[in-house]
């Protein structure tokens, strides 16, 4: 058998890697829309008293889901950059460590609130002078935080940039749950259904996204970067093809 090199690992056409990060990627999906219904219970009934049901909610339930999807994601891109020598994977497993951090205890709010007193921001456009305090800080984390990404791709090679470009995507889509529709749920002003379908936008889209975002780091550590799909779309639709095995029933 011909040794692989160094650092190498299988391609995403292996059926048993791609079907493992499958049944990952299902597992973590039913965890979000359990979170989901939770919120929905509470929100919509009475049987449920405890506010941690609610999607919105510092520490809840969903959240503390998300806590655990970032830390899997830090540390397998640690592995993996320890297992395959391609150091870039730091830079991101870094990026995902400072949004874990940034959750869990709420730096961008209360630096927000530190900015906004400090420089006199006053509110516009619907954004209170908080608001555009938090934005402040996440643009000067994601600005450093970037720094050392673009670093990473200009020294990286094909397939390391091509996992970038992918975990790049998948970023965009957290900024734009996370950012971008939150400050169009405060900006708004919404009551009644509209806000709770906006919470469910904001917080349940955060939680999807993140679940593929594990997934994707998973998949990196079982099959390699050095896989058939030039985007996202392609290594989900690979991954799927290669899944389907998985909830075969065996004869």
Not at 77 to 83: D, H
Not at 121 to 142: H, K, N, P, Y
Request: charge should be negative; include cysteine.
């Amino acid at each position: 058998m011909i040794e692989e090199e160094a650092g190498a690992v299988p391609p995403t056409g292996t059926s048993a890697p791609a079907a493992s990060a499958s049944l990952f990627l299902v597992l973590l999906l039913v965890g979000d829309l359990v979170y989901i219904a939770i919120h929905l219970v509470w929100t919509e009934t009475k049987l449920l008293n405890s506010p941690l049901a609610a999607l919105d909610v510092d520490r809840g339930y969903a959240e503390f889901f998300q806590y655990m999807k970032l830390l899997w994601t830090v540390l397998l891109l640690t592995c993996l950059s320890l297992r395959t020598r391609r150091w870039g994977y730091l830079a991101w497993a870094l990026l995902f460590a400072y949004l874990l951090v940034d959750d869990s205890f709420s730096l961008h709010e209360n630096l927000g609130k530190v900015l906004a007193s400090r420089l006199s921001l006053t509110g516009a456009l619907g954004l209170r002078a908080i608001d555009f305090g938090e934005l402040l800080v996440s643009a000067m984390a994601g600005g450093v935080l970037a720094v050392g990404l673009g670093w990473a791709y200009l020294r990286g090679g094909e397939e390391l940039r091509r996992s970038f470009r992918h975990l790049l995507v998948l970023l965009l889509a957290i900024v734009f749950f996370g950012v971008v529709v939150d400050m169009v749920h405060i900006a708004s002003h919404p009551v009644g259904w509209l806000d709770n379908a906006l919470v469910i936008l904001e917080d349940g889209g955060e939680l999807v996204v993140t679940s593929f975002i594990a997934w994707y780091a998973f998949l990196l550590v079982m099959a390699g970067d050095r896989s058939e799909g030039a985007s996202v779309v392609g290594r989900i639709v690979a991954v799927a093809a290669h899944g389907k095995a998985a909830f075969r029933p065996r004869r």
